[in-house]
């Protein structure tokens, strides 16, 4: 009985030290990411599964202590907090390898929760960063313009195409060209893919046509962050400038709506409310105001069905969680075929870096 005892003792001490390393580890070096949703498609597909560096931008000290170690905002298979929020420390990160820079895949706390969650137990999101702090951001016709100038198209961007036919398309056949984000509308299908893989949608001897689509300036694409004009949309966006840590700027009308929410929920530590048009901190109207932190504009590389800045606006630089590595496993989410079939072989081990 004494030797049962023993041995249960030190099993149960055994996964306590493994989970206070795994805990560490997570939170201040390196974790594991699955890709949820295809909004970096081609670039990140749904069923990669990668590690995160934390270290690149410096891994943030723990703003909610008291969780349950490897959860995240539920206890698993329900709907019971995994933590409790009346103790929150201030952000505070350590030193990084490097900053966030344009182009870089960057993982982060999705900030449209401020209302739902603490800033570390947000949702993770993954998006390419298009702009920094400092930076002014417009796209023109798609294309990302950073202080007047282009930014340089990285990744394998996916955008909106057509696909006429009078056939209809098996799923397996979307499945084989590894296409997940497609929909059948009148006489085709809307699909979103890379240039590549729509030449190869159009040599199908069944596959009538293949047009590219595109939004001129004017035609809504839902409503866009920081929008006064009425004119921007997914593929013209923006003039916007992302404030930097320091700068003060002075309130206007027009401006309100591009800064007003961001200084309200996530960098006035005054109570800051919006009313009529005009922003007051502890109950007194501002003219000007002098950014805590640096502010970030994320983007998803398939262009068109992803949910980011541009609708929802800026990162601030407290919900920056890491630079993805490497992609370690990859599957995809076809029931259909059996597990073995569906994993795809030549994505693991690949380097993810600035691609």
Known sequence: MKKILI??????????????????????????????????????????HMFVSKLHYGPRIPQTPLQIP????????????????????????????????????????FPGEYAQHPTDLRTYYVKRCIGVPGDT?????????????????????QTSYFVKTESVIRPRVFYQH????????????????????????????????????K???????GEMFGDTTATWNIDNFGPIYLPKKGDKIELTKNNIKMYGSTIVHFDSKKEAQIVKGDIYLDGKKVNEYTFKQGYYIMMGDNRHNSLDSRFWGFVPEDHIVGKPLFIYWSVKSNDSENYFSRIRWNRMFKWIGNS
């Open 215 to 221: 939004y001129e300036i004017g035609i809504s694409t």
């Open 70 to 109: 490897l959860t995240h905002q539920t206890i698993w298979g329900t709907d019971i907090p995994a933590y409790v929020d009346w103790m929150e420390l201030p952000y505070w990160r350590l030193p990084g390898l490097t900053k966030v820079k344009n182009n870089d895949i960057v993982v982060f706390n």
């Open 178 to 213: 590894d296409i997940s984000d497609y929909s059948r509308i009148n006489d085709g299908y809307m699909v979103q893919c890379t240039n590549k893989k729509a030449k190869e949608l159009q040599s199908l001897p069944f596959v009538q046509d293949v047009k590219e689509e």
């Open 7 to 48: 041995s249960t003792r030190k099993f149960l001490g055994d996964i306590f030290f493994s989970v206070v390393v795994v805990t560490f580890i997570g939170a201040f070096f390196i974790k594991s990411y699955a890709i949820p949703t295809p909004s970096m498609e081609g670039t990140l597909l749904v069923g990669d």
């Open 137 to 157: 951001l417009q796209i023109i016709d798609r294309q990302v313009f950073i202080n007047g100038g282009p930014l340089e198209n990285k990744g394998e961007r």
